[in-house]
């Protein structure tokens, strides 16, 4: 492959294998701008970048905004709060306004599924996905498989256990996605309650035990559990989940040796990992942080028409 | 005024007749329907008809009724009006037709009632008989006036989409009904299951859409069977989808209780498949089901478990649309295009011509008590005249409603309405 030439980053289902691995091995290059003194390169001056976040993000706004700047690109924030939205526009009028303003690429995040293929059929500019409701988050999925891939060397035949609240999850539907498209195995596991109807025709095995997920898994990857889930039946208590899903250093180490943990952040200490396992040497979150600006620098290089060679040293 | 209709198949199920004849109209009625050889008797001569309609090669059937439209009127007129309703049904073949109560004001007041049929009166083409709330405001407290509202006009109840949850009003307002033999039609809902915004499956998950379970609708279904036993009030459910409900009713007509049922064409054409790529004119409830479900329903209607084929038509505008899948409205059109989907099933080998007429002529008016439509001397000339096997592609910019939420536009189908009569007048 010698050129990238989606338009859009919407889900890992319109990726294919081979541009998967183009988008890790970009960001892989551009990952070491981040390490330089100077942390900037004009590859994007002179192109705008709208970050359109119709929900409460830092993590992954952040990560996309530090990623343009590292490129050099103009970036413009409107949030719910502060947009015409909360004046009652609609998405539609919203983003005619913005592509009136012609931007090169929209950044998007909204609580409603689907928004973002919405959006990306009435705009001339990008579209990237930052995450739709419960149903995708691809960078996350692209930065978690750049880190697999790092810590173990390969994505192909790994063994992949998300363990959490797979329900309301766009994570853990995008890593399936992702994680299967790479030949890993990827196994899901949860009270019955947060495991939604049909998740194995997405190709993921489904456990109810903990033990049986994380036995002989590589990489360990933990969900929050929020709390007001409770208020919908889906589980008992924040003790009651952590006695039988949260994973502490104890339960790995007599469970599984080797195993990495990984967790998409926020992390709710002693509900899903156990503070020590947060913060252990198995555990690969950091990185996760790290590889996601690398990931969303190449994303923006490549959708405007960057190639991998340009910028190799 | 005569009208000469000559050389059309007249298919009546009621007089079990699927042959030609010529059927002779004089101001508002039938007055002579022929056979060639009887064309000596005919009542007028073909010289002396003010229009002579060739129908031959095509079909005449008894005007067709749907049960189950929304027309927005009084309250929402920039989704439909009753006029541009009439007319969009017309345009299907459709003389008569239920208007749900959910309007703004709801159809709860006998004045409403009579303002519908009257609106519809005056145009002169499709009539109009009101379904009025059970509850005032349709808001589950309490019971309209059934017998003011029966005697305005009103042909049945129900709070459609606001389920009645209380089943102590629900078995009281059966009950109540019962008093004037009156239909109780009910919109099967568990509210709380329902809390999703298509079906829960496979699609679902992968959508990150939040589900509806099968069971959200079979639940209410059994219930409202229940208490069709308890108190013997004639009971509709309305726009069945899915395989569960299909048992429920299968269940009640075999114990003899007066349940009827109706589908509408998406659940028997469309799955929940038609969702990807988020598309909100696949959005209803209902919502679209699975392949189980489908076939479910298409053996439903084949061995006459669900009695009526109705479309729900929910018009609504771009401004409720064209918005994000979640927060888009439930509901699409099908007026002007029910009878083209309904002989998909023809097409199919499915039903007979004549089961499918059954289905949206003559059932929903026995069941409307509404007055029968009989193609023979004596009746009123309300007639439906389609051609079986015409190729024809639907195209959303020619519809007469004022709304275009279809699934259908670009779909090439068979068969396609060319006349439809209502009172001896032609409105097309």
Known sequence: ??????????????????????????????????????????????????????????????????????????????????????????????????????PDIIVMRHSASGAPHFVSKHLNASVINAGDGMHAHPTQCLLDLMTAREALGKINGLKVSIIGDIFHSRVARSNIIGFTKMGAEVT??????????????????????????????????????????QSNFFFPSEREYAAFFGMTYERLKSMNKNAFIMHPGPINRGVELSSEIADCKESLIMKQVTNGVAIRMALLYLLMGGTRDAHSN | MHILIENGTVNDPQQSLNEIRHIYIKNNSIVAVLTLEELSNAPFSRDSADIVYDARGQIICPGLVDMHVHFRDPGQEYKETIETGCKAAA?????????????????????????????????????????????????????????????AGACGFTDDGQPVTDSQLMRRAMEYARSFDALIISHCEDLRLAE???????????????????????????????????????LHIAHVSTAQSVEAIKFAKEKGLPVTAETAPHYFTLTDSAVVEYDTHAKMNPPLR????????????????????????????????????????????????????????????LLTLTQLIEKMSVNPAKILKIPEKRIARGYPADLTIFDMAMKHTINKDLFQSKSRNTPFDGWTCQGKVLQTIINGRFCL
């Open chain 2, 91 to 151: 345009q299907g073949g459709i003389t008569d037709v239920c208007c749900m109560p959910n309007t703004k004001p709801v159809n709860d007041q006998p004045e409403i009632t009579k303002y519908m049929i009257e609106k519809a009166r005056s145009l002169g083409g499709t009539r109009v008989h009101p379904i009025a709330a059970i509850s005032p405001g349709s808001n589950g407290k309490g019971l309209t006036e059934m017998g003011l509202l029966l005697e």
């Open chain 1, 188 to 229: 899901v596991a949860a009270p019955c309650t947060m495991i939604p109807q049909g998740i194995d025709k997405m190709g993921a095995r489904v456990s109810n035990s903990l033990k049986e997920a994380v036995i002989n898994a590589d990489i360990i990857m933990a969900l929050r559990i929020q709390k007001e889930r």
């Open chain 2, 196 to 234: 999703g915004v298509m079906n829960e499956g496979s699609v679902s998950t992968r959508m990150g859409l939040a589900g509806i379970p099968n069971a959200a609708e079979s639940i209410m279904v059994s219930r409202d069977i229940a208490l069709c036993e308890l108190t013997g009030s004639r």
């Open chain 2, 290 to 349: 699975t392949e189980i479900d489908r076939e479910a329903i298409r053996n439903a209607l084949a061995q006459g478990i669900i009695d009526v084929i109705a479309t729900d038509h929910a018009p609504h505008s771009d401004l409720e649309k064209m918005v994000p899948f979640d927060q888009a409205a439930n509901g699409i059109i099908g007026l002007e295009t029910s009878l083209t989907l309904g002989l998909k099933l023809v097409h199919d080998n």
């Open chain 1, 1 to 102: 492959m010698d050129h990238f030439h989606q338009k859009h980053i919407l889900d890992m289902s319109s990726l294919s294998k081979q541009e998967i691995d183009y988008i890790i091995n970009t960001a892989t290059t551009l990952k070491g701008i981040s390490e330089r003194p100077i942390k900037k390169v004009p590859t994007l001056r002179g192109k705008s970048i709208v970050h359109f976040f119709h929900e409460p993000s830092t993590r992954t706004r952040t990560s996309f905004e530090i990623a343009a700047k590292r490129m050099s690109a103009d970036t413009f924030s409107i949030s719910a709060s502060t947009s015409s939205m909360i004046k009652g526009e609609t998405l539609l009028d919203t983003v005619h306004t913005i592509q009136a303003m012609s």
